[in-house]
């Protein structure tokens, strides 16, 4: 996977790494888009509370998943090989955008 955006890369062996989700959202943010990986052609996105992450995934089996912030200023994936990679767009670039 190429971002855009410079990336961090956690590896989560154990395949736990949706408990460790919320340490990895950007500070302040309450809420987010939820994005599953399905075998649907068109994606389902949920409005969920960063805080009810983890406990969502906990309950589910296995699958990839992509959390957006609301204002699409930062990405985390986890991805098949138990990595969460997450990516969030510089101040300077966030400036720009306005």
């Known amino acids: 996977m190429t971002l855009k955006y410079p990336s961090e890369y956690y590896d989560y062996s154990d395949g736990f790494g949706f ?3 919320q340490r990895h959202v950007p500070s302040g943010e309450e809420k987010c888009w939820f994005i599953p990986e399905t075998e ?3 994606l389902p996105v949920f409005d969920v ?3 009810s992450i983890g406990l969502i995934l906990g309950e589910c089996g296995y699958f990839e998943y992509y959390l957006v912030g609301k204002n699409y200023n930062w990405l985390i994936v986890e991805n098949d090989h138990n990595q969460v990679i997450v990516s969030t767009v510089p101040v300077d670039d966030l400036s720009q955008r306005e």
């Open 19 to 21: 408990e460790d989700i």
């Open 40 to 42: 649907e052609e068109q």
């Open 49 to 51: 509370e960063v805080k």
